[in-house]
């Protein structure tokens, strides 16, 4: 019986693509990455209270409720979570709407609280869940974010 020749030549290990300049979803960033994530925020709405806010101050609070609302809808699945972030949302619309009026970003002694709540809850589900999780989420802001600015939504 005639036998087939080995192959020499060595297999590949599978690598799956990703995008330029991204690691692999699976892979944790530092405790140092997560801390930072919870610090600018918190640090932001101060500058509100304050008084020295800018639009980045609004962006980054914006950007860190609407994560957190989709992670306790999406990923947790808890209403009273939801409803705590519903309250922070309608609370940084407040912020917007009196910066339209007045031009210049400030917060009620009730914002400010509904917003501190937000956050502290948006930084217990992310501690909670996993970077798949975090990243699943943050794609849903950016996604329905894109809807808005095209006017689909």
Known sequence: MRRMPSNKKPSKKYRPKYAKGQIPVTIRHSADSDLHLQVI??????????????????????????????????????????????????????????????????VSGEEFKSLGEALNLTDEMQKSATRREQHDALRVVYAVNDLKQKGVL
């Open 41 to 106: 925020p918190h640090q932001e709405l101060e500058s509100l209270r304050d008084g020295t806010a800018t639009e980045y101050a609004y962006n980054t609070l914006s950007l860190r409720l609407n994560w957190g609302y989709v992670m306790a809808g999406e990923i947790f699945d808890n209403p009273d979570a939801r409803q705590v972030m519903e309250t922070g949302l309608a609370a940084i619309r407040g912020v917007r709407e009196r910066f339209e009026r007045v031009g210049k970003y400030g």
